[in-house]
């Protein structure tokens, strides 16, 4: 059963459809730090971690990963942040409209704004400045899943690291962020050029492809919403 199996092995999933946000500005801290559940001012460069986003009611849109990116040239602080396919697109415009403004955060105070604006990009549909941007995801669950990968060249990875470097010379991100305590759970961004080739190299070097039904299994046995 591969629910079982999960919690010992190296499971690729394909998950090219989760949506791959980039949430950068000089207010792009600030932002972060207000519109999610977890404490996203002490996230360091380098890291991640998972959170809730709530509607004005307190009800969650998503709940999703955050990876905190190195400054950009310009000094301009940088996340991505993961979500869940169903919810991209309003996720997109909760996020876009409170950047802006347009949107009634706090039903008690209209006045009240969340600090902005930031640049939001979708990484896997906009057109962007830089098309080399792009990125797709792949997912790794099981205890075998850090070996797979420094089997391809990457180092040990403690829970919510982020790591930018080549799996067998395909360049990718990889952060380490399970469901709960005791799971391991690896995301892998890559170029869609070369999602192909690193799904390839993931099986060449142990890891077993398997549907998308263990990613709703998974988050079902860690409590997150459907």
């Not at 869940?84 to 996020?95: A, F, G, V």
């Not at 990125?135 to 982020?162: H, I, K």
Request: proline share 4%; aromatic share 4%; hydrophobic share 40%.
């Amino acid at each position: 059963d591969a629910r079982t199996d999960a919690r010992s092995d190296a499971l690729l999933l394909n998950t090219t459809d989760t949506g791959v946000l980039r949430i950068s500005g000089w207010r792009a801290k600030s932002f972060m730090q207000q519109v999610s559940t977890n404490n996203i001012a002490l996230l360091a460069p380098g890291h991640a971690q998972r959170a809730f986003i709530l509607d004005k009611e307190g009800s969650v849109l998503d709940d999703v990963t955050i990876l905190r990116l190195e400054k950009d040239d310009r000094g301009r602080d940088c996340y991505l942040m993961l979500t869940n396919p169903q919810n991209t697109t309003r996720l997109k415009s909760w996020l876009r409209g409170l950047s802006d403004g347009y949107i009634l955060f706090d039903n008690d105070d209209i006045f009240r704004k969340v600090e902005g604006p930031v640049v939001i990009e979708d990484l896997g549909e906009d057109e962007l400045e830089d098309p080399s941007a792009r990125v797709l995801s792949l997912s790794l669950a099981g205890a075998g899943g850090p070996e797979v990968l420094q089997e391809m060249g990457a180092p040990q990875l403690d829970e919510g690291m982020v790591w930018h470097g080549e799996l067998s010379g395909v360049p990718v991100s990889v952060a380490r962020i399970g469901y709960g305590a005791k799971d391991i759970h690896l995301e892998l961004l890559v170029h869609p050029n070369q999602v192909e080739k690193l799904w390839t190299r993931l099986i060449e070097a142990g890891a077993v492809p398997h549907d998308a039904q263990l990613r709703q299994s998974l988050r079902t046995k860690a409590g997150l919403p459907n």
